[in-house]
């Protein structure tokens, strides 16, 4: 079954500066990548989401891409600011149809004002 | 307002017993899953469900159970079989159970056996 692995477990970064999350996943036949963020005590929310013929999606300070060849995606955050301060988790949806996800471990982001 | 509830936020229980985690959502959504969510672990599926009167086990199943009598509704039972039931739960709902379909939380409940 689909495995997604997530780096760093915790990033610490200066306001302004850019903030860049890595994942891998094993299945290639994973069609659907969505990435989470969750506040302290709450649940995760999408904040951004990419499917597997799209190889970059913006959505004004947030990016992510896909590579379908080494089987990675990467969020990436530009001037971030205190409240980008949480957890976020990557996702893998495999192929089967089930809506189900597999998420990373999550990485704790500090951003430092 | 549509969303997912998840009651109650906080639960404790004695060692022994079976607690149930209710989820309601009012999205009209067919899907319905649970994650357990455990400190540098991520979330991982316990049950889910992609239509009523029908569910799946997860990948950490055991221990656990659910049923799907309503739409609406997709409770979850920790039983005392469950050999580490201290975490935080997570419901979450989607339109289908196919591709490309976002997950909606709840706020979760965290529960503590004492």
């Known amino acids: 079954g689909e495995n997604v692995e997530q780096h760093p477990s915790t990033l610490s970064v200066q306001e302004g500066d850019s903030a860049v999350i890595k994942c891998t996943y094993s299945?290639?036949?994973?069609?659907?990548f969505p990435w989470y963020k969750q506040e302290l005590g709450k649940g995760p929310q999408l904040i951004i989401d990419?499917?597997?013929?799209?190889g970059e999606k913006k959505d004004q300070r947030i990016a992510v891409t896909l590579n379908k060849t080494a089987k990675h995606f990467s969020l990436h955050i530009t001037e971030t600011q205190p409240e980008d301060s949480a957890v976020y988790f990557c996702?893998?949806?495999?192929?089967?149809?089930?809506?189900?996800?597999?998420f990373g471990q999550g990485t704790t982001l500090q951003v430092k004002p | 307002d549509g969303g997912i509830t998840q009651s109650p936020k906080y639960l404790f229980r004695k060692e022994g017993q079976n607690v149930t985690l209710s989820c309601e959502q009012n999205?009209?959504?067919?899907?319905m899953y649970w994650y357990r969510q455990d400190p540098g672990q991520g979330l991982r599926l316990i049950y889910y469900?992609?239509?009523?009167?029908?569910?799946q086990k997860g990948d950490i199943a055991e221990g656990y159970s659910v049923s799907r009598e309503k739409k609406e509704s997709f409770p979850l039972t920790v039983t005392s079989a469950q050999k580490n039931p201290t975490a935080f739960y997570l419901c979450?709902?989607?339109?289908?159970?196919?591709?490309?379909?976002?997950?909606?939380f709840g706020q979760g409940t965290r529960l503590t056996v004492v």
């Open positions: 990419i499917r597997s013929n799209v």
């Open positions: 999205l009209n959504h067919d899907a």
């Open positions: 299945d290639s036949a994973s069609n659907y």
């Open positions: 996702a893998g949806h495999g192929s089967s149809n089930t809506g189900k996800l597999i």
């Open positions: 979450a709902s989607s339109i289908t159970g196919g591709s490309y379909t976002e997950a909606f």
């Open positions: 469900s992609q239509i009523v009167n029908d569910f």
